[in-house]
């Protein structure tokens, strides 16, 4: 399964390169050291860097976005959570346009099954003899970024786009 890269509603085009997506952390969150040499960690929010890259022989066509404005971006890469329980609670919003997978372990094979969703909280159908379950989702986020570096060489362009969630 797959999922079309869309930024402020505009798809970007596929010729602009296959996406590769990575997230990472906002940070949002203080360690101290406590007088007996016990870290702690104080969390103050939680929030997604997403950084998109991608080689093609066409530009994004993002130019006319207002890069001051928050966009919704849906992201091309879906998110996993392993659990061996069957109500999960995942960690972002679910793009409208892919439903939430699911798969169950028996034995040495995974075997598809259906997951109800209500917000973030998935219900996972359970599975006879099922020793683990990954549930799958493409996430959706607001966000705001950068214009897209890009560069020409080869015939070519690639691209890069770090966003951060708000």
Known sequence: ???????????VPLHAGVPDVTFGDAGGYTDYTLSEG??????????HLITITGSGWMATGLDALDWDAKHVLLCPKPKRVATTSTVVSITTDVRPDVPVFCHALVGRSWVQ????????????????GASQYSLGWYPMFTVLCKP????????????QINARES
């Not at 016990?38 to 929030?47: D, G, L, N, P, S």
């Not at 897209?148 to 691209?159: F, I, K, M, R």
């Open 38 to 47: 016990e870290q702690v960690r104080a969390r103050h929010f939680k929030k």
């Open 1 to 11: 399964m797959s999922a079309p890269f869309v930024l402020g509603g505009i798809v």
């Open 148 to 159: 897209p570096e890009d560069a020409n060489a080869g015939g070519g362009v690639s691209w």
């Open 113 to 128: 099954t259906p997951v109800a969703m209500d917000g973030r909280e998935a219900t996972i159908t359970p599975v006879a």
